[in-house]
Structures are given as C-alpha cells and as structure tokens.
C-alpha cells in the first residue's frame, strides 16, 4: 500500500468525496444502494476481482484517482445460508477469491447479513445441514486463515457498515 501524508483539512475534504466501488456482479443490494443514495454517498458499480465492495478517492479531491480495490474490501453475505453454501458446497471459489486478495495484501472484511450471528449459528437458526460446530469450525478457521475480519450486522446497516468501515480506514492510511 502507498504512504500518504495529507493534511487533517485535505482529508477532510477527501473523505466529503468518497466513492463507494461496487461489484458490479453483486445482487440483490438495494438496501445498501438505498443508504448511500439517502445519505448522499457516491456508488459507482464496476466488476472487481474479489470482494463486494471497495472505494476510492476521486481525482478531484486528490489531485489523482486513489483506488483502494487492492488494499481493503467487504464481501457481504445475505445470509447465514448464503454463507454456508459458500463454506461448503462452493468453498474452492470462495477459498480462490480470498486467496486473490490476500496476495495482494487486501484487508478483507466478511460482513453477513444475519443479526443473530454466532448465537444463530451455534443454535442452528439457519436453513442449511451444515452443522452447528462445523460451521464453527469452518468460519473460525477461515478467519485465521485468510486473516480476514467476520462481522455479522443486520442488513439495514449494512450501507453504514460498509461506509464507515472505509472512511475510518481511509482516514487512518491518508493521514
């Protein structure tokens, strides 16, 4: 990742101008595209190679565009099913695309629509056989794995989630 060393002021003003990269193969997103758009947060949908969503800064508040699709990304699951099949029926994509960012150093975060999170995986309030320690496993090793940081959140915040989760990194690596 480039070292940056703006000024409080400048990054200020960067961070007013922060636009949301969206993957361009992500579906049913509506509710995350709602809350940028009533918040006044700029989208662009683009095809990424791994992750859901990333940002950058554009030129007009940097000088030059900053992408930043290769240091930091969220990949969101809809659900505690959706995720499952991910870690089971379809783990070598899965495993591939965090593999991808990893190489490239990207912090990854694993954001899942499901409120309940670890209590609803340990009681098993999913629809899926996986089992309840099994899917504990698969999870926890995948977090060690692959470094990658696993928040579950309701999806009326996951706009937010998603936006916060950038700004404050952004924030941190531009000053």
């Known amino acids: ?12 003003r960067m961070l007013k101008q922060m636009v949301i990269l969206v993957d361009s193969r992500e579906k049913k997103n509506g509710h995350v595209l709602d ?12 095809k990424m190679d ?4 990333s940002f950058l ?3 007009s508040a940097a000088g030059e565009d900053i992408y930043f699709h290769r240091d930091i990304v969220v990949e969101r699951k809809a659900s505690l099913e959706e ?12 495993e591939k695309e965090f593999l991808r960012a990893g190489n490239d150093g990207a912090k990854t975060y694993l954001m899942v629509e ?17 089992a309840p320690a099994a899917y504990m496993a698969s999870l926890k090793t995948w977090e060690h794995r692959f470094g990658c940081n696993v928040q579950f959140t309701a999806p009326e915040f996951s706009g ?3 936006y916060s989760t950038f700004y404050y990194f952004a924030r941190e690596v531009l000053r």
């Open 50 to 53: 791994y992750g859901d969503y």
């Open 114 to 130: 499901a409120s309940g999170g670890y209590s609803d995986i340990i009681a098993h309030r999913y629809k899926t056989e996986f």
């Open 35 to 46: 809350y940028f758009e009533k918040n006044g947060i700029a989208y662009q949908k683009t």
């Open 83 to 94: 995720l499952s099949g991910n870690l089971a029926q379809e783990r070598e994509r899965f």
């Open 57 to 59: 800064i554009p030129a």
């Open 160 to 162: 937010y989630f998603v």
């Open 1 to 12: 990742m480039r070292q940056y060393k703006f000024s409080v002021d400048d990054i200020k």
